[in-house]
């Protein structure tokens, strides 16, 4: 699958690069395997966290790919029923967000840590050696995809990140 040119950044093109230059060789295991999205609501992360992922089943199922078989996987704050509300403050919330009543509790952030904790735990939970996962959450937090990046690093994965 490609993508029209107009339709992606440089970043995406780099990534989609790193993404079919692994595909060649035989061991994409240890090639790429935690891809995260990081940007605000409404950039465009879930379209291309789901335009990645077809692209690399694709792949992989193409019949010149002699690689391992992996499974391609996307976890988001939608799949563990996270509400963007909890991320606090109106500056980087998309408008419907903007227009929905934020508690004082999800202002000061008390409720943005649990979040984070549940994307994390389930990130550790998927990630493994026979997948490629795409964790697709706002993850503007450069500690928490610090913090990512050591666990998938732990598990002698790869790690990407795609900024929209």
């Known amino acids: 699958m490609d993508f029209p040119e107009s339709s992606i950044g440089t970043t995406q093109r780099l990534i989609l690069w790193k993404a079919r230059s692994a595909l060649h060789h035989k061991n994409l295991v240890h090639s790429m395997a935690l891809i995260t999205m990081s940007g605000y609501p409404s950039s465009g992360k879930s379209r291309r966290a789901l335009q990645i992922k077809a ?10 790919y002699l690689g391992p078989r992996l499974k391609v996987s996307i976890i988001s704050d939608d799949d563990l029923s996270i509400d963007r509300r909890v991320y606090g403050g109106t500056s980087h919330i998309a408008p419907l967000a903007r227009s929905l009543p934020l508690t004082t509790e999800s202002l000061d952030g008390r409720l943005e840590k649990p979040a984070r904790a549940a994307l ?16 697709d959450a706002m993850n503007y937090i450069k500690g928490f995809r610090y913090q990512m990046y050591c666990a998938a690093r732990e598990m002698k994965v790869r790690v990407c990140t795609v900024s929209q």
């Open 120 to 135: 994390f735990t389930a990130m550790q939970r998927r990630m493994g050696q026979d997948t490629i996962l795409i964790v």
């Open 55 to 64: 692209h690399l089943e694709s792949r992989i199922q193409d019949s010149s």
